[in-house]
C-alpha cells in the first residue's frame, strides 16, 4: 500500500509501491554519507532495501 506522503521513484527498492511512485513504508529515515552534506546527492534514504530478484 503507498504511502501518499513519502513519494519515491526508485523501483529497485524492496519498498516501492511498485504501479505508482510512492514508497510503501509508514515512514523513511534519510540520511547522509558525508561528514558535512551540502547539496541533494549527499543525502541517501536510509530505509532503502534491494527488491529481491532485481538487478
Ligand atoms: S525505502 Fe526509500 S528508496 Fe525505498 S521506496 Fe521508500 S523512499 Fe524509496
Redesign the pocket.
Known sequence: MKNES?K?T?KS?????KDENY???DH?LVGTHEANPTEKACTD?E???LKKGCC
Open positions: 513519502i519515491c526508485i527498492c524492496a519498498h516501492h509501491a514508497c510503501s513504508l523513511i534514504c530505509s532503502f532495501e
